[in-house]
Structure formats: structure tokens, C-alpha cells
């Protein structure tokens, strides 16, 4: 709360320097808004203000009167410990909305926070992102939301392309370049040359599958029912697929005993959580096969020069680089920014729109 | 005084030599020389059909793309294969070289090189093009006929010449003499069916698929016909057939020969066709003078060894194998192709 507390101050007083500068902002003005809207975050970047919001999209409401209690941060860390009171919803599930009304609110809210920003969203040019293999019907509801949120001037844009220039990669280029995105929900995997992709292959393997394979693990082997929270942090601290390790880290999991019912604490290591995560894992790495056999041969000798750079939330775990040199043999290598790649990568594509052969200039 | 200036300029006629070659498009205007030489090939946008690139531009695109642009070649074997790809790109490239529109094309003398060996409606699909870009006045003329001038070689006087061009879709082997051609043979094996050689072998000796640019740069860098030549291994990359995934091959300087030398028997054996079938007296002439090879396979080492050991004629490449054709437009624009007249001497 506190640290919220202090980014928004932040905000205020940039804002107030803008103010004092230009000393015109007075009406709401239209911006180029881009959203990164995923499973697991939401980022926004706002033209002219840099990524303004980074948090969990979680919201929380309020059960019987149905008004929001929390979003963001907040929201998400009641997740698992709400009463009845509180209804905590993840609005997108497996990299599509679910919850449409939750959806809207979360990003109303989120923008109203930052609301010095001096904008108005209806007069705004809105890019939302989406993974790349989702059907006609889960595509539209990205454009609804649109239609929802006020915003007449909307378009919708993969989330592996803006990945992959956020990461740093020239996809307007003729030299053929590979990302895999393994995000909270789907995992996003894709060809990419002259501006626009050329392969693509998604499947929902990704982060929240993660935990789930984690929470499983605990309950059939150690007898241990534990949460979504618990689940991410273990992974988040000593989530790894690094083999042979000499010393593997440990940590401790809560939570309660499957027979007594009483609360629990125990003790799992590294290569343990290793043996959870390898088999997802290995499902990544099938699909990025699949994806190069599916590559045109003369964009293969460009990846095989160029290497393949991994982002999103999974390519933080320990050793992903060294899993998939060792399955495929290619060089792999982790995105500079993998959290905020594709929030980075909207904000050239606000500028060509999408148009593949327009190389937008910072 | 400055409208009768623009009158003026708007008379005055425009000439074009078009090389329309199968590998590259080469553009020649009077009074300015060659002011386009670049792959023909054409990127199109699908849903709006216009053009994204053409040229060099558009070659770097070969086997790249996403769905959303289509690369196009729009001749095969010497000949025009898609008329809407090939206007397309004559329209862009003049527009953008030389700000020629529709408009100018009405005053336009245009001549058009093709293969010798092509059917009446191949040639009249050339003229077709011309047509379409409402260039009323257009001839087509022989690309040996136009290579030979081009490469400063005198076909207006009584000695025979023998003119070998290997292109990017066709070699044509042609005698001239008296301004004209006495006798030609066209087959459509080279340039490009050499890079689909290449890639077939590499499929099948190493199950690695491909693409055209790849095969393309192997020939370039390590083609070499010489006896003895050094052996070189380059490092390519392409596609595994079995497992999918890019992979590293090596290719020696001698699968390379081996390659490419039936290929060129074939060429050898084209040449002594038409040597068998030259009249006595311009044999005589041809002996004497040597073979001239040009297009862009003359470019590959030890051509003029392999070809001159088989036939036992010399061989030389000539100065300019690349343009010669587009730089003999220059003289055939003059004479409109009238055997009789020596553009040479005007």
C-alpha cells in the first residue's frame, strides 16, 4: 500500500512539472495507450509517459454490492485469504478475457489511479495485445472491450510481436528473428520477419500452469494443500531446471496437511521443483520444434545465426536458456526486459499502427 | 518562354532499352544510361495489392515473408510468367528511377531483349507489356544480338561472332554476322536451375532443405570449375528435413563441381550444336576470334578453362557480362534493330 502510495506521489509531481512547463494541460487530452493484458499483469504504457501502471491484474469486489474493493497489487494479494465478503476474480484466464465486466474495471480503475496523467481515454488511440493463436470470438472480445471502455480508435496486435521488439530485436528487418513468450497464461511462440510473423504456435503451458503443476506436486507427494500465492512464490524463488546443481537452494511451503487437516510446514528443494517443472517445460520445447519445422528454410539460417530470445515471466526461471540449448541446440538467450518487452514493444507499434512495412523511428 | 521550354522538353522523345532477364531487370535510357539494375523481383501487399518493394529490396524478401506480402518473380525461364507482377514492376521502377508516369510513355521508343529461342506468343506477351504500359512504340530484339553490341564486339561487319549468355533462366548461344543473327539455340538450364541443383543436392546428401538466397550465395562463393581448383568448405544453414530444426552444413568446392559440371556439359554440348550447324566460313572466323561469353554465369571461375578445354575454340568473358545487354539497347534504339544501318557509326 505504502509503496503504491509513493508511485502515485511520484506521479503527481511529474505531472505538476508537465503542468508548470507547458502550463496549457488543463482539458483531458487523447493519447496513444498501449496495454500489455495479461493472464498474469497488466502494464500500460501511455505515449509521452512512459509504462505507468505494472501490476497483477487481479480485482477484488465486493460480494453483495458488487463495488470494487481492490485492483492490482492490492487485489492480488488477498488472493487465496479473502472471506466471503470479497469476491477476487483474475479477469483473463489462459491469455483471454473470461470475465468481461472484470476486465473493464480492472483497466477504468487502474487508468484512474494514474488519472494526472491528464487523459481521456474515449479520445485515445488504444492497442491492446493478445496471443497469437486465439480464435475470431476471443479476438473480438479484445475489440469489445474497446467498445466498452469509450475508445472508438482501437486495434489489436500479438503479443509475440510486440515481444519481440520490446526486446530489442529489428523484426522490420528481412533477417528473421525468434521469440518464445512464456507468459501467466499462454506460452507464445513465433517467426518474425519483416515486420510482421511469419510462424506462430501458442499453448496455455505457462506460468499459472506452473504453480498448478507445483501445487499438485505438493498434495500428491508431500500431502500438502497449498495456494496459488504460496505455489508462485516457491516458484519465483527457487523455480530452476538447471541439473547437477551442487548446493540446491531450499525453501519452506505452508500450508494444510491433506489427512490431519492442520496446518503444515515443509521443507522442498530446488531439484525437486526442478523434476515439476521439467515436464512443462518440455512441452515449451516441443512446441518450439514444432514451430521450426513449420519455419521457411532460408528463415531457419537466420535463426540459427540470430539464436532465439525467450521473455515474459518464464524465461526468469532459472536455467530456461540452458533447457532449451541442451533439447534443441540452438542458442538461447533471455530477453533484456522479459517482464515489460511486450508494454515496450506497443509503444512503436503505436506509432506505425501495426503496418508491417512502416519501420516506426523512436 | 518557360512554357515553350516544357513544350520542348515534352516533345522530345524518351528511348528505353529494357533487359527484362529472369535474375535482373536492367533499365536503359537514352541520353542517361543504365539507370536500374536490380533483381526482378516484386513484393506485393495482399490485401491492397500494391507494391511494397521491388529489386534488391524485394530479392532479400525470397522465401521470408508472411503472409501478408507476396514476393514474386515475375519471369521464369526467360520468359514472362506473370504479366501483372512483370507491369508492376517496370510501372514502379521507371516511376520511382526516373519520375517516368503513364504520361510519358506515350513518346516512349521502347526496345525489349528476350531470349532467341522463345515462341511467337512468348515474345508477343513482351510487346503485350508494353502495350499495357501504353508504350505504343515497342520492338523486341534478340538479348544475344543486344549482349554482343553491348560488349563492344562489331556484328555489322562481314566476321562472324559466336556469343554465349548464360543468365539468370536461359543460355542462349548465338553466331552473328552482317548485324544480325545467323544462327541461335536457346535452353532454359541456367542461372537459377543451377541454384535449384544445389539445393536439391544438399537435400538429398544432407538432408538440409534450403532457400533460394542460400543456394544462391553458395554458388557465388564457392563455383569454381578449375581443374585444379582450391578446394574451399563454406559453412551454410538451412532447414533439417528429419527433425525440422535449423541446422549447420558444410559444402566442399568439389561437390560444387560436381554440381555444376553436368550442367555445364550441357551448355558445351549446346555450343558444339550450334558450332556443328555454323557455315564453314564463319567457323573459320569464330575460331579465330574466340568465343564470348556473358551473363551473370560467366562470372563463375574457370568457366573459360572448362568450356575451351571441351571445344577447343578460345573462350573469353567479356568486359561487362552483367550489362552488356541493357548497354547494347543503346546502339539498337538507334538502328531499331535494321541490320542494314551500323548504329555503331552514327
Redesign the interface.
Known amino acids: 500500500m505504502a509503496m503504491l502510495k509513493s508511485k502515485q506521489d511520484k506521479k503527481v509531481e511529474k505531472g505538476k512539472e508537465s503542468a508548470d512547463v507547458s502550463n496549457v494541460v488543463k482539458s483531458p487530452m487523447g493519447k496513444s495507450i498501449g496495454i500489455d493484458l495479461g493472464t498474469a499483469n497488466l502494464l500500460v504504457y501511455v505515449e509521452g509517459e512512459g509504462v505507468v501502471i505494472n501490476e497483477p491484474s487481479v480485482i477484488a469486489f465486493d460480494y453483495e454490492t458488487n463495488e470494487v474493493i481492490a485492483v492490482g497489487q492490492l487485489a492480488a494479494d488477498m488472493v487465496g485469504k479473502g472471506h466471503q465478503g470479497i469476491r477476487i476474480v483474475s479477469p483473463l484466464n489462459q491469455g483471454v478475457i473470461s470475465d468481461m465486466e472484470a476486465t473493464k474495471k480492472l483497466i477504468e480503475i487502474s487508468l484512474r489511479k494514474a488519472e494526472n496523467l491528464n487523459l481521456d481515454i474515449s479520445q485515445s488511440t488504444l492497442l491492446l495485445c493478445c496471443p497469437s493463436e486465439v480464435t475470431q470470438l476471443e479476438r473480438e472480445s479484445f475489440t469489445s472491450l474497446g467498445d466498452r471502455l469509450g475508445v472508438k480508435d482501437i486495434f489489436i496486435e500479438q503479443e509475440v510481436k510486440a515481444g519481440a521488439i520490446g526486446s530489442g530485436l529489428d523484426i522490420f528487418s528481412?533477417n528473421?528473428s525468434m521469440i518464445i513468450d512464456i507468459g501467466g497464461g499462454s506460452t507464445d511462440i513465433g517467426v518474425?520477419?519483416?515486420g510482421?510473423?511469419?510462424v506462430s504456435e501458442s499453448n496455455r503451458i505457462a506460468g499459472n500452469y506452473l504453480d498448478n503443476e507445483i501445487i499438485n506436486y505438493l498434495q500428491y507427494h508431500h500431502g500438502l494443500l497449498i495456494g496459488k500465492r504460496t505455489a508462485e512464490r516457491i516458484k519465483m524463488e527457487i523455480g530452476s531446471l538447471k541439473e547437477d546443481l551442487p548446493n540446491p537452494r531450499t525453501t519452506y511451503a505452508s500450508g494444510r496437511d491433506v489427512v490431519t487437516g492442520l496446518p503444515k510446514k515443509i521443507t522442498i528443494s530446488e531439484d525437486e521443483i526442478r523434476d515439476v517443472l521439467t515436464i512443462p517445460f518440455e512441452s515449451i520445447g516441443n512446441l518450439v520444434?514444432k514451430v521450426?519445422?513449420?519455419?521457411?528454410?532460408?528463415?531457419?539460417?537466420?535463426?540459427?545465426?540470430n539464436g532465439i530470445i525467450i521473455s515474459g515471466g518464464g524465461a526468469l526461471v532459472d536455467g530456461a536458456d540452458e533447457f532449451f540449448h541442451k533439447r534443441?541446440?540452438?542458442d538461447f538467450s533471455v530477453s533484456k526486459r522479459p517482464l515489460t518487452a511486450v508494454v515496450e514493444g506497443t509503444k512503436l507499434l503505436l506509432k506505425n499502427r501495426g503496418s508491417?512495412?512502416v519501420k516506426p523511428t523512436d | 518562354m518557360n512554357s515553350s521550354v516544357n513544350k520542348e522538353k515534352e516533345k522530345e522523345r524518351i528511348g528505353l532499352g529494357i533487359d527484362l532477364g529472369t535474375a535482373n531487370l536492367l533499365v536503359y535510357q537514352e541520353k542517361k544510361g543504365i539507370i536500374f539494375n536490380e533483381p526482378s523481383v516484386i513484393a506485393f501487399d495482399r490485401e491492397s495489392g500494391k507494391v511494397v518493394a521491388a529489386g534488391n529490396d524485394a530479392h532479400r524478401m525470397l522465401g521470408k515473408v508472411h503472409s501478408k506480402i507476396a514476393v514474386i518473380k515475375p519471369l521464369r525461364s526467360g520468359v514472362i510468367s506473370d504479366m501483372r507482377a512483370a507491369k508492376s514492376l517496370l510501372s514502379y521502377v521507371l516511376s520511382k528511377i526516373d519520375n517516368l508516369t503513364e504520361k510519358d510513355m506515350g513518346r516512349t521508343t521502347c526496345v525489349i531483349c528476350c531470349p532467341s529461342e522463345v515462341t511467337k506468343i512468348e515474345r508477343d506477351v513482351m510487346i503485350d507489356l508494353a502495350t499495357k504500359m501504353s508504350i505504343q512504340d515497342v520492338f523486341i530484339e534478340e538479348e544475344i544480338k543486344s549482349g554482343a553490341l553491348g560488349a563492344g564486339i562489331d556484328i555489322f561487319k562481314s566476321k562472324g561472332a559466336m556469343v554465349v549468355d548464360i543468365g539468370g533462366g536461359t543460355t542462349d548461344v548465338g553466331i552473328l554476322s552482317f548485324g544480325d543473327i545467323v544462327l541461335s539455340r536457346t535452353v532454359r538450364k541456367a542461372g537459377n536451375f543451377m541454384d535449384d541443383e544445389i539445393a536439391k543436392f544438399v537435400k538429398k546428401n544432407r538432408s538440409v532443405e534450403i532457400g533460394e538466397l542460400t543456394a544462391e550465395r553458395a554458388k557465388t562463393e564457392l563455383a569454381d570449375l578449375h581443374q585444379n581448383a582450391k578446394i574451399m568448405t563454406m559453412r551454410y544453414a538451412g532447414r533439417d528435413m528429419v527433425k525440422g530444426i535449423p541446422k549447420w552444413f558444410d559444402l566442399t568446392t568439389t561437390e560444387m563441381q560436381s554440381i555444376l559440371f553436368p550442367i555445364f556439359d550441357e551448355i558445351v554440348k549446346l555450343i558444339s550444336a550450334v558450332l556443328k550447324d555454323t557455315p564453314p566460313e564463319l567457323s573459320a572466323d569464330i575460331f579465330r576470334n574466340g568465343i564470348m561469353l556473358s551473363g551473370g554465369c560467366s562470372l563463375i571461375k574457370g568457366i573459360e578453362e572448362y568450356i575451351g578445354n571441351r571445344i577447343m575454340v578460345p573462350v573469353h568473358v567479356v568486359s561487362n557480362p552483367l550489362t552488356c545487354v541493357a548497354e547494347g539497347t543503346k546502339y539498337l534504339i538507334k538502328n531499331r534493330g535494321d541490320y542494314l544501318v551500323n548504329p555503331l557509326q552514327m
Open positions: 528481412s528473421g518474425l520477419s519483416l510482421d510473423i511469419v520444434l521450426l519445422q513449420k519455419t521457411p528454410a532460408e528463415l531457419s539460417a537466420d535463426i540459427i545465426v534443441i541446440g540452438m508491417y512495412f
